[in-house]
């Protein structure tokens, strides 16, 4: 019996995989990100229903990530995106792990521990193409200067990132398109896996912009930001694949004018029943749903009335009157998904999701 659970269905987030690979075909290998515990889903499951359904590569964010995987017995390439510290360089041959470099003294790092190790190794590099975050931003030639000084250690992948895929009035993704291929024909690698996509770009059929790999994180688990601007039709439908249940604690009926909760930001403009759910803000519920959120009662759209507590919430259930302690409720779910709570609480979907707590349980689901 938990307080507050999620129920994960793998076989949706299967699904979501096998629909991105059905989209982009087969010359384009899909590698699904899995950082953040598979924003919350659970990184080892989710892996080992990836792994099954045929995914070849996964990415995650760091070093640790990768060697959980690795220690859960996931036998996949596992592409480390964001992660090559010092203290963790060794690790990426330990574990079997592929590091994406961000910086050409990496690379002759990579190399020296790769000949010191005499372990060949394979990495990806990533060109900051405009996005202004992680990424080497030199020209063509000191690129292909450094990449071609190796002996042991051997470029495998060319990558960039997009800052605003979601825009479609903006021409950021084009530009940053044009100067990675630009830089790739200059530089005349020819690594064997090209890759700039991730969820937006995939759903909306920016074609020119896969290469020949794709990197989905929200799309596995049955999300697809909404584009802005003149975008073309989303051609890729994915299902969210997590419900996030909690407990009634209390029910009870309350008079006309009673205050509920911190500061008393609601209070009754009539006779009301109302539950008291056993998750707050410490479960991850965003406390910006304080007066805003909606939850799902017995099939029915309840308000989150008054301040949403670090370990409780409150509703009004005067509409569902037959609920009792310990039934559950639907946090996210349903109509109520991470996109609408993202809404309400004025955030984003993936902070909605990476925000769920470890004090959460979770369950998984055919
Ligand atoms: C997180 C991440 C992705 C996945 O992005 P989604 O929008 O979730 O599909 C892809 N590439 C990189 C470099 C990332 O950091």
């Known amino acids: 019996m938990h307080r507050s659970w999620l129920e994960v269905s793998l076989g949706r987030i ?13 010359p384009v290998a899909v590698m699904p990100v899995v950082k953040a515990d598979a924003y919350r889903h659970g990184a080892v499951a989710v892996a080992r229903a990836l792994e099954q359904a045929g995914a070849q590569w996964l990415a995650v964010s760091n070093v640790q990530e990768g060697a959980v995987l690795r220690d859960a017995g996931i036998q996949t390439r596992i592409l480390v995106m964001a992660d090559f510290l010092p203290g963790s360089r060794e690790a990426f041959f330990d574990y079997g792990l592929t590091p994406v470099l961000h910086d050409l003294d990496e690379v002759a790092e990579l190399e020296h521990l790769a000949a010191r190790r005499a372990q060949p190794t394979a990495f990806h590099l990533k060109i900051d193409s405009g996005m202004g975050r992680l ?6 030639a000191p690129v292909a200067a450094a990449v071609q000084a190796c002996r042991t250690a051997q470029l495998e992948g060319l990558m960039t990132h997009f800052a605003s895929a979601a825009d479609y009035g903006s021409a950021q993704t084009a530009e940053q398109t044009r100067y990675f291929f630009d830089l790739l024909a200059a530089s005349g690698l020819r690594p ?8 937006i770009p995939i759903a909306y059929g920016r074609r020119e912009a ?55 930001m609601f209070r009754a403009p009539k006779p009301m029943r109302i539950a008291i759910l056993a998750a707050g803000y410490a479960d991850g519920y965003p406390h910006r749903l304080s ?10 759209v309840c308000p989150v009335i008054g ?14 009157p037959a609920l009792r302690p310990g039934d559950p409720v639907t946090l996210l779910g349903g109509e109520v998904d991470a996109q609408q709570i993202a809404r309400t609480a004025g955030t984003i979907s993936y902070a909605v999701l990476c925000g769920i707590s470890s004090r959460v349980a979770r369950m998984f689901v055919d």
Request: net charge positive; glycine share 12%.
């Open 14 to 26: 299967a699904g979501n995989f096998r629909a991105v690979r059905a989209m982009v075909g087969q």
């Open 135 to 140: 990424g080497v931003r030199d020209a063509a």
């Open 192 to 199: 064997a896996y090209i890759h700039l996509s991730s969820t």
């Open 210 to 264: 896969w290469g020949n790999m794709v990197r989905p994180g929200h799309a596995i688990y049955g999300y697809i930001s909404p584009a802005k601007g003149p975008a073309p039709d989303r051609e890729l439908a994915v299902t969210p694949a997590l419900t996030w249940k909690t407990c009634v604690l209390t029910v009870k009926d309350i008079p006309a004018g009673a205050a509920i909760g911190y500061g008393a």
């Open 291 to 300: 007066n805003k959120g909606k939850v799902l009662v017995q099939g029915r």
């Open 307 to 320: 301040a949403v507590s670090m370990d409780v919430t409150t509703i009004d259930v005067t509409a569902v």
